[in-house]
């Protein structure tokens, strides 16, 4: 069973330009978390999903930021008209129902130039 | 809303000596999980212990332990006969118990060094 596969690990943008990060979770697993990790700082969440509905977006930016968990294919967080604030390491999580782990992704580094 | 707190940006410890990291939490919520995290430089997390907070009994992962402090709010986090390998990010991170899935809060971290 392979373990939640985030792709690309590294990702370069140049602003104004738009970033898809990609999350594939665990087989089985049918919820989807996406954290945000600044420089020097702890995970902070972003949204929560599962198939085809988003649960809890309390820590999404109100603008540009945007994220879905379709019926196939892995999560996408999408992030338009990316600023230079925006670069950072993006973390998915999964875990299936009813369960107290979640599994982390390698995430996604993203740098804005 | 909850929040974590990590009070020690940094620690170091000799090889094969006993290290604590401290975490304090605040919530309102009586039932809850706790949870350390290990991110090495590779940037994977990696569980490494969690306790219920229900749970009386300190969780203990080989080398690893808590002292859980539930009135204080207190979840420490021993490392026994430090190794190399241990050296790392360590996070402390809340979960609430909601029937389900919840979000992680987690502090701001413990950079961990091993002294050979």
């Known amino acids: 069973n392979a373990g939640v596969m985030q792709n690309p690990r590294h990702l370069v943008r140049r602003r104004g330009q738009e970033a898809r990060l990609r999350c594939s979770p665990m087989k089985g697993h049918s919820h989807v978390y996406w954290y945000r990790q600044l420089p020097e700082e702890g995970l902070k969440f972003m949204v929560y999903l599962q198939k085809e509905n988003i649960i809890d977006e309390s820590g999404m930016p109100k603008e540009r930021f945007s994220a879905e968990f379709p019926k196939e294919g892995p999560s996408i967080l999408r992030i338009q008209q990316v600023v230079r604030g925006d670069s950072a390491a993006y973390f998915c999580a999964s875990s299936p129902v009813q369960e107290t782990e979640a599994f982390f992704g390698q995430g996604t580094r993203l740098t804005v130039v | 809303a909850q929040t974590v707190t990590q009070s020690q940006p940094e620690m170091s410890v000799q090889e094969a000596e006993t290290v604590t990291l401290s975490c304090t939490y605040d919530?309102?919520?009586?039932?809850?999980?706790l949870f350390w995290y290990k991110q090495p430089p590779s940037r994977q997390m990696i569980l490494v212990i969690r306790?219920?907070?229900?749970?009386?009994q300190n969780a203990t992962e080989n080398r690893f332990s808590v002292n859980f402090q539930k009135a204080a709010k207190s979840f420490s986090l021993k490392i026994s006969d430090s190794q190399l390998g241990d050296a790392a990010m360590y996070f402390c991170?809340?979960?609430?118990?909601?029937?389900?899935?919840?979000?992680?809060?987690f502090g701001t971290g413990t950079r961990l060094t091993i002294i050979p």
């Open positions: 306790q219920e907070a229900y749970k009386q």
């Open positions: 991170a809340y979960r609430r118990e909601n029937f389900g899935n919840e979000k992680l809060t």
């Open positions: 919530t309102s919520e009586s039932d809850y999980y």
